[in-house]
């Protein structure tokens, strides 16, 4: 699943979408919420957390 999250978010970005913290993408993989945030660190890293989406969203 990661390999196709990362090839949608790079195709997307391809086409001009930003992807910036405090974001949350529901539609590059289905079923699935990706939000982005900033590492925890000091370095320009974003992190991206996966979990499922819901029926009651």
């Given at each position: ?10 195709e ?19 079923g ?26």
């Open positions: 699943m990661a390999v196709a999250i990362l090839r949608e978010m790079v997307q970005m391809d086409q001009g979408v930003e992807i910036n913290p405090g974001q949350r993408l529901e539609d590059v993989v289905p699935v919420i990706l939000e982005v945030s900033e590492a925890s660190d000091e370095s320009d890293m974003l992190t991206i957390s996966v979990s499922e989406a819901s029926l009651a969203d």
